[in-house]
């Protein structure tokens, strides 16, 4: 799953700053109506603390116009994105939402939308996830943990938060390019996952790099690899899976916002350009590093292709993965 190189971003940043101060942005059209930001998930998180960074900058550009974050967790990100799919097309309503969109196209029998219900309106950053060991496999590399894997196929179990979860997928998608079988262990949320890793009940894990930086840092877990196309900068250490022998490898999730299709042609060139404006100041880059997010705006051409790519490949791996939710 490709995604634009995310690393090295500071004098690109720096020089984007620069230039929102040196430009007008379009103003949306006028509403007497907040525009309400539609979090799939429940306050805490990646998206909702993009989402309440959003809340706070954009009324700046708005003409006073109040951003309300409103939190619809529920079926998977589903219920959030049959709210806007089925809201007024005036643009008052977005979606704030992760790759889950595309993941629940194929994991789900009726997700209750279609991606062509959906204008993309701009990326805005990408996380990444780490396989990590406990120390008592004596795994040292990915490729001893792929290797044992081979000797011994489905001997080795790894947990992720949950079938269909990127992690899953990201996984899967390992397993094909290394051919190699393993017993996929689904959990419910990172914490019951990361606490089985730490006790030694669970060998392997494929987790959030929030989750694994402090616990690879302090030795008490063994990080295998990044599934980024970058190494983490949190995880300098870390090599990626492409690095590992798996040329083209990459998964990684997307954060980033989409509206009702029929919404006003001005307001998502308008928001469009807010929002990159936004993730292009130092301050929206460090708060979004915290939450685990690199900085990777995408103008809406370009997320709407890596949209539909995105959308591609997951049925793929869901397929192969052979899960699926009635």
């Known amino acids: 799953m490709r995604q634009t190189p995310v690393i090295r971003r500071r004098t690109l940043l720096g020089a984007a700053t620069a230039a929102v101060g040196l430009c007008v942005l379009p103003a949306f059209s006028q509403s ?24 706070e ?4 550009t708005l003409q006073g116009r109040a951003v309300i974050v409103d939190n619809r967790p529920g079926a998977g990100g589903n219920i959030a994105a049959a709210l806007v799919a089925r809201s007024d097309a005036d643009g008052s309503s977005v979606l704030v939402t992760s790759n889950n969109h595309t993941i629940n196209l194929a994991l789900y029998q009726k997700p209750g939308y279609a991606l062509e219900e959906f204008v993309p309106i701009a990326q805005l950053g990408v996380t990444g996830f780490v396989i990590v060991a406990h120390p008592s496999t004596n795994f040292k590399t990915l490729r001893d943990l792929l290797d044992a894997a081979r000797a011994k196929p489905n001997s080795i179990s790894f947990g992720t938060g949950g079938s269909g979860h990127p992690a899953h997928l990201a996984t899967e ?21 990361t606490a089985d890793l730490l006790g030694g009940q669970l060998p392997v894990g ?3 790099v929030v989750a694994a930086q402090p616990f690879v840092a302090s030795g008490q877990l063994i990080g295998l690899g990044v599934t980024t196309k970058e ?27 989409l509206g009702r299709v029929g919404m006003p042609e001005a307001d998502v060139a308008a928001l469009e350009k ?17 939450q685990g997010i690199v900085v990777a705006p995408k ?9 539909a790519h995105d959308a591609t490949v997951n049925r793929e791996l869901v397929k192969a993965a052979g899960v699926r939710v009635d």
Not at 32 to 51: F, H, N, S
Not at 57 to 60: E, I
Not at 236 to 242: A, F, G, L, M, R
């Open 274 to 290: 807010q929002l990159l404006a936004i993730v292009a100041t130092e301050e929206a880059r460090s708060r979004l590093h915290k």
């Open 231 to 257: 190494r983490w900068p949190d995880l300098p250490k870390v090599p990626t899976v492409e690095e590992s022998g798996f040329p083209g490898y990459e998964y990684s999730g997307w954060i980033g916002l």
């Open 299 to 307: 103008g809406r051409t370009e997320f709407k292709a890596a949209i």
């Open 173 to 193: 998608m390992l397993k094909e390019r290394a051919k190699v079988s393993m017993q996929h262990v689904p959990y419910k949320g990172s914490g019951p996952l």
């Open 32 to 55: 007497a109506k907040p525009l309400r930001l539609v979090v799939p998930y429940p306050p805490g998180g990646a998206v909702d603390a993009t989402a309440r960074l959003l809340s």
């Open 206 to 208: 494929v987790i959030s």
């Open 57 to 60: 900058k954009l009324p700046a």
